[in-house]
Nanobody, 124 residues
Framework: VQLQACGGGLVQAGGSLRLSCASSGGTFSQYAMGWFRQAPGKERKFVAAISFRGGATYLAASVKGRFTISRDNAKNAVYLQMNSLKPEDTAVYYC??????????????????WGQGTQVTVSS
Protein backbone atom coordinates (compact mmCIF):
# COMPACT_ATOMS: atom_id res chain seq x y z
CA VAL A 1 0.00 0.00 0.00
CA GLN A 2 1.24 3.44 -0.92
CA LEU A 3 -0.05 6.52 0.84
CA GLN A 4 0.36 10.06 -0.43
CA ALA A 5 -0.58 12.94 1.86
CA CYS A 6 -1.09 16.51 0.75
CA GLY A 7 -2.82 19.71 1.77
CA GLY A 8 -0.40 21.10 4.31
CA GLY A 9 0.76 24.67 4.31
CA LEU A 10 1.19 27.87 6.28
CA VAL A 11 -1.87 29.26 8.02
CA GLN A 12 -2.54 31.83 10.70
CA ALA A 13 -3.81 30.80 14.11
CA GLY A 14 -7.56 30.32 13.99
CA GLY A 15 -7.47 29.25 10.37
CA SER A 16 -8.30 25.95 8.70
CA LEU A 17 -6.65 23.36 6.52
CA ARG A 18 -7.85 20.12 5.00
CA LEU A 19 -5.35 17.33 4.60
CA SER A 20 -5.93 14.55 2.11
CA CYS A 21 -4.32 11.16 1.81
CA ALA A 22 -4.67 9.02 -1.29
CA SER A 23 -4.09 5.29 -1.17
CA SER A 24 -2.99 3.03 -3.99
CA GLY A 25 -1.87 -0.53 -4.39
CA GLY A 26 -4.04 -2.12 -1.75
CA THR A 27 -7.56 -2.74 -0.52
CA PHE A 28 -8.12 0.63 1.12
CA SER A 29 -11.73 -0.01 2.08
CA GLN A 30 -10.78 -2.96 4.29
CA TYR A 31 -8.51 -1.05 6.66
CA ALA A 32 -8.81 1.53 9.36
CA MET A 33 -6.86 4.71 8.67
CA GLY A 34 -5.21 7.26 10.88
CA TRP A 35 -3.35 10.53 11.10
CA PHE A 36 -0.29 11.22 13.21
CA ARG A 37 1.87 14.28 13.60
CA GLN A 38 5.46 14.90 14.55
CA ALA A 39 6.86 18.23 15.71
CA PRO A 40 10.62 18.92 15.47
CA GLY A 41 12.53 17.02 18.12
CA LYS A 42 9.45 15.21 19.36
CA GLU A 43 8.00 11.76 18.89
CA ARG A 44 5.27 10.98 16.41
CA LYS A 45 1.88 11.27 18.07
CA PHE A 46 -1.60 10.04 17.31
CA VAL A 47 -4.10 12.60 16.02
CA ALA A 48 -7.10 10.71 14.66
CA ALA A 49 -8.32 7.39 13.32
CA ILE A 50 -11.32 6.07 11.45
CA SER A 51 -12.67 2.55 11.01
CA PHE A 52 -12.82 0.85 7.62
CA ARG A 53 -16.35 2.00 6.78
CA GLY A 54 -16.09 5.29 8.59
CA GLY A 55 -18.60 4.35 11.25
CA ALA A 56 -16.26 5.01 14.14
CA THR A 57 -13.79 7.83 14.62
CA TYR A 58 -11.25 8.56 17.31
CA LEU A 59 -9.53 11.83 18.11
CA ALA A 60 -6.73 12.82 20.41
CA ALA A 61 -7.90 14.98 23.28
CA SER A 62 -5.78 17.88 22.04
CA VAL A 63 -7.70 18.12 18.75
CA LYS A 64 -11.18 17.04 19.79
CA GLY A 65 -13.76 19.62 18.78
CA ARG A 66 -11.41 21.17 16.21
CA PHE A 67 -10.37 18.33 13.88
CA THR A 68 -12.52 15.87 11.97
CA ILE A 69 -11.41 12.70 10.21
CA SER A 70 -13.38 11.26 7.32
CA ARG A 71 -12.89 8.89 4.41
CA ASP A 72 -14.23 8.21 0.94
CA ASN A 73 -13.72 4.56 0.05
CA ALA A 74 -14.84 5.15 -3.52
CA LYS A 75 -11.88 7.50 -3.91
CA ASN A 76 -9.47 5.53 -1.72
CA ALA A 77 -8.90 8.65 0.33
CA VAL A 78 -8.90 9.78 3.94
CA TYR A 79 -9.16 13.38 5.08
CA LEU A 80 -8.33 15.47 8.11
CA GLN A 81 -10.28 18.70 8.42
CA MET A 82 -8.46 21.00 10.83
CA ASN A 83 -10.23 24.07 12.17
CA SER A 84 -9.31 26.65 14.80
CA LEU A 85 -5.66 25.84 14.28
CA LYS A 86 -3.16 26.75 16.98
CA PRO A 87 0.61 27.26 16.80
CA GLU A 88 1.04 24.03 18.77
CA ASP A 89 -0.56 22.15 15.87
CA THR A 90 2.57 22.88 13.85
CA ALA A 91 4.08 19.56 12.76
CA VAL A 92 4.58 17.18 9.90
CA TYR A 93 1.34 15.25 9.49
CA TYR A 94 1.40 11.62 8.37
CA CYS A 95 -1.42 9.40 7.23
CA UNK A 96 -1.22 5.77 8.22
CA UNK A 97 -2.93 2.54 7.28
CA UNK A 98 -4.25 0.30 10.00
CA UNK A 99 -3.51 -3.38 10.43
CA UNK A 100 -7.15 -4.36 10.10
CA UNK A 101 -10.65 -2.96 9.65
CA UNK A 102 -11.01 -1.43 13.07
CA UNK A 103 -9.04 0.90 15.26
CA UNK A 104 -6.81 -1.05 17.62
CA UNK A 105 -4.79 1.63 19.35
CA UNK A 106 -3.05 4.96 19.00
CA UNK A 107 0.53 3.77 18.89
CA UNK A 108 2.61 3.82 15.74
CA UNK A 109 2.84 0.02 16.00
CA UNK A 110 -0.93 -0.16 15.50
CA UNK A 111 -0.48 1.06 11.92
CA UNK A 112 1.37 -0.77 9.18
CA UNK A 113 1.82 1.64 6.30
CA TRP A 114 2.80 5.30 6.23
CA GLY A 115 2.68 8.23 3.86
CA GLN A 116 5.53 10.66 3.37
CA GLY A 117 4.11 13.47 5.49
CA THR A 118 2.92 16.98 4.79
CA GLN A 119 4.06 20.06 6.71
CA VAL A 120 1.53 22.15 8.61
CA THR A 121 2.75 25.44 10.04
CA VAL A 122 0.49 27.63 12.15
CA SER A 123 1.69 31.15 12.80
CA SER A 124 0.63 33.15 15.85
Amino acid sequence: VQLQACGGGLVQAGGSLRLSCASSGGTFSQYAMGWFRQAPGKERKFVAAISFRGGATYLAASVKGRFTISRDNAKNAVYLQMNSLKPEDTAVYYCAGGLGPNYTGRGTADFGSWGQGTQVTVSS
